[in-house]
């Protein structure tokens, strides 16, 4: 045999002995004696960061626990957490809803439904995107505030609404500048109203209400000027963006008991909407909580 073919089987050799070594050695749920050792064992997996073993033995425990072992709420709670170590978000928001769906009064429940929302929200990875996911986060961590209105984590919750708002706030804004580019003037507008009705408390409110000057001075809406100006001023003293905007206006303090002006009846029903202009550089994405990484405790979580 020449050197070169005895080098060849000398490498493949080794290769099928590294690799026999690596599967003697590698997790197997199989070889532990009971549900508590699996468990046990799962856990100190997620501890090391080693996701896939530690959904390995999780996923085997959520479908072999009795429904009123204690063990199992846990399971499907650190299934989650394993899944969204490895960016399996959507696996990650699946495994913690099953904690506050089969399990509503288990101490896990309210962090298992707020790190569902965090599943969510992550998939919505920017504003110009489809916000389906977003929604669903945010319809999440509106369920939560409503379930535990006493839990420690409420504050992060309301956050994360108002900053996935902000996201909400800032495509409608976006669309309705893309209109106003366009001198489709009627149809931003109505973009730019509906985010300052939807959102707010939110920046894109007071940018979209600056936007609304623009297009009602386009159009020589003066009196919708005046009025819009008026809020502006009110809401936002002293900021140098409206004062730009409104430079020369008299603004006009409009009755709250009127509700907001109504669209002038000429504006055209709107047209299916543009591809969005991508403003979003700069913009902070949701809070991102260090999740994936547990602080299980030493044997098995507290229980109520």
């Known amino acids: 045999?020449?050197?070169?073919?005895?080098?060849?089987?000398?490498?493949?050799?080794?290769?099928?002995?590294?690799?026999?070594?690596?599967?003697?050695?590698?997790?197997?749920?199989?070889?532990?004696?009971?549900?508590?050792?699996?468990?046990?064992?799962?856990?100190?997996?997620?501890?090391?960061?080693?996701w896939g073993h530690?959904?390995?033995?999780?996923?085997?425990?959520?479908?072999?626990?009795?429904?009123?072992?204690?063990?199992?709420?846990?399971?499907?709670?650190?299934?989650?957490?394993?899944?969204?170590?490895?960016?399996?978000?959507?696996?990650?928001?699946?495994?913690?809803?099953?904690?506050?769906?089969?399990?509503?009064?288990?101490?896990?429940?309210?962090?298992?439904?707020?790190?569902?929302?965090?599943?969510?929200s992550k998939l919505w990875r920017?504003?110009?995107?489809?916000?389906?996911?977003?929604?669903?986060?945010?319809?999440?961590?509106?369920?939560?505030?409503?379930?535990?209105?006493?839990?420690?984590?409420?504050?992060?919750?309301?956050?994360?609404?108002?900053?996935?708002?902000?996201?909400?706030?800032?495509?409608g804004y976006n669309n309705g500048v893309t209109y106003l580019k366009r001198k489709a003037y009627d149809s931003s507008i109505i973009y730019f109203r509906d985010v300052v009705k939807a959102y707010p408390k939110t920046d894109a409110a007071r940018k979209s209400q600056i936007r609304l000057v623009q297009a009602y001075r386009a159009i020589k809406y003066k009196e919708d000027?005046?009025?819009?100006?008026?809020?502006?001023?009110?809401?936002?003293?002293?900021d140098k963006d409206v004062t730009k905007a409104c430079r020369g206006v008299k603004a006009v303090i409009a009755d709250s008991t009127a509700g907001p002006p109504k669209v002038k009846a000429s504006i055209a029903p709107l047209p299916n909407p543009p591809a969005p202009i991508d403003a979003t550089a700069g913009t902070p994405s949701p809070a991102q909580v260090p999740v994936p990484t547990p602080t299980p405790p030493s044997k098995t979580p507290p229980r109520r």
């Open 54 to 120: 530690a959904v390995t033995g999780f996923e085997k425990l959520t479908t072999d626990l009795p429904a009123r072992d204690p063990l199992l709420p846990e399971s499907y709670y650190y299934l989650g957490d394993a899944h969204m170590g490895s960016h399996e978000y959507i696996l990650a928001a699946q495994s913690y809803s099953r904690v506050a769906e089969n399990f509503p009064e288990d101490t896990l429940a309210d962090r298992a439904t707020y790190k569902a929302g965090i599943s969510y």
């Open 1 to 50: 045999m020449s050197f070169l073919k005895r080098t060849r089987v000398g490498a493949l050799a080794a290769a099928i002995l590294v690799a026999g070594c690596h599967h003697k050695g590698g997790f197997q749920p199989l070889k532990y004696p009971s549900h508590q050792a699996l468990y046990d064992a799962s856990l100190g997996e997620l501890r090391k960061h080693k």
């Open 126 to 171: 920017r504003p110009g995107l489809d916000p389906e996911y977003g929604e669903t986060s945010r319809n999440t961590f509106q369920s939560f505030l409503a379930a535990y209105p006493d839990s420690p984590l409420r504050d992060s919750a309301v956050k994360q609404i108002e900053r996935l708002d902000e996201w909400f706030g800032l495509k």
């Open 225 to 238: 000027v005046a009025e819009t100006c008026g809020a502006l001023e009110k809401a936002h003293p002293g």
